[in-house]
């Protein structure tokens, strides 16, 4: 089994609906991780807008990248180019794959333009999902 960890800045919007769309995808093909390089909580809109899409992430956790240390990831996904900068060395033969997705947290406007926007994102990142799940973690005959 794969071991996939989707790395971002905070651990609240874009690496969380990441993991849970990767989740859906692959689902037993790999085990999924998400971290930050801080931790700023799970934001609930993300949550809301993944509802949304039959996906419940209510239960997801904002961890830190340390907190895997002791894992072996065969892939590393940063979400955001501050966090492919800071990215920590991982040992091994780990794959890094990289996407600047636009932060719907930093969305400004009505509730209705913000929560647009987090669609808007939330459907970059399930297409990046789908088509990583397919290219990477499916066997192929």
Do not use: W
Not at 59 to 78: L, M
Not at 93 to 119: I, L, Q, S, W
Not at 133 to 140: H, I, K, N, W
């Amino acid at each position: 089994m794969k071991n996939v960890l989707v790395l971002c800045t905070g651990n609240s919007c874009r690496s969380q609906i990441a993991e849970g769309y990767l989740k859906h995808f692959a689902g037993d093909s790999a085990k999924i991780y998400s971290a930050g390089i801080e931790t700023h909580g799970v934001n609930p809109k993300a949550i809301k807008i993944m509802a949304e899409d039959g996906i419940d992430i209510s239960g997801h956790t904002s961890n830190h990248v340390d907190e895997y240390a002791d894992v072996k990831f065969d892939y590393v996904i940063t979400v955001c180019d501050n966090a492919k900068e800071a990215c920590p060395f991982f040992p091994g033969d780990v794959k890094r794959f990289h996407h600047n997705f636009p932060d719907p947290a930093k969305a400004r406007g009505t509730e209705d333009e913000v929560m647009d926007e987090f669609r808007k994102v939330r459907e970059q990142i399930k297409v990046y999902a789908r088509e990583f799940v397919m290219g990477y973690l499916t066997e192929r005959p």
